[in-house]
């Protein structure tokens, strides 16, 4: 059982930013953010890899980092030029898929509580 704590959310106005911390019980193949907008279907955002390889969605191309402390046990997603659009609970994940794509459409072994992330225009 891997357990996943997020922190740091909150509200921001459009062009702000804010950085998401999650510590993780453990770190397990893939790591990544996930996110739920109002009305909206669950979407991969971002995922790590245990050697540090990053993928983005598309639509947070070059506005998100995600990063880790090995150390620290924690996963971070510092989030830049945030829009209203990016307005949503945003999930921790940990997964062992053999494949980051997988991992990004949902084959995920632990989802963190989630936290809300507002962006006000």
């Known amino acids: 059982q891997v357990q996943l704590v997020e922190s740091g959310g909150g509200s921001v106005q459009a062009g702000g930013s804010l950085k998401l911390s999650c510590t993780a019980s453990a770190y397990m193949g893939w790591m990544g953010w996930f996110r739920q907008g109002p009305g909206k279907e669950r979407e991969g955002v971002t995922a790590?890899?245990?050697?540090?390889?990053?993928f983005y969605a598309d639509s947070v191309k070059g506005r998100f980092t995600i990063s880790q402390d090995n150390a620290k046990n924690t996963l971070y997603l510092e989030m830049n030029s945030l829009k209203p659009e990016d307005t949503a609970m945003y999930y921790c994940a940990a997964s062992s898929s053999r494949s980051v794509w997988s991992f990004l459409r949902g084959d995920v072994n632990y989802w963190g509580q989630g936290i809300q992330v507002t962006v006000s225009s």
């Open positions: 790590i890899g245990r050697i540090g390889n990053t």
